[in-house]
């Protein structure tokens, strides 16, 4: 099978984002996601709200839907989405984040931190208005 690229959102966010950015960013192959091949598949999902824990019941649904289709975790890149690990317009990043890290360092997935970056916020990370990655 062709590689996944698992995408990450704030659940928070995702009440008023619905991932189009991210999504388009993948398939124009822009920014975090430039390195991927023509044939990788791309998959969004929620951190499952504050404190982040139900990540780890996620991704035990991943690694059992995996297992069950032949593949495994050496094929997906995990992308924490820039709405969790970055200084943003919605917020600055997760106040949980490590402890996301943790969950995956425990579950097996290499992580990346970032997704659809965008020019204006880009722009006030340079000013410093924002903090970097
Ligand atoms: S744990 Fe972090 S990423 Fe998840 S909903 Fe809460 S603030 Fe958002
Ligand atoms: S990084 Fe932006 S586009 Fe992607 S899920 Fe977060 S808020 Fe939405």
Redesign the pocket.
Known sequence: MSKLIIVVQ????MNRCSGYNCMNAFYKREGTFSAYGSDTRYMLIT??????AQLAAKFEDVTHHLRRSGENKDDVVVHFASC?CSDNYHRPP????QY?KDIMVRKGYPVVLGSYISKKTSGKRQTGEYESF
């Not at 704030?10 to 966010?13: A, D, E, N």
């Open positions: 704030c659940h928070l966010v951190c499952g709200g504050c404190c982040g969790v997760c106040p949980h984040l996301l």
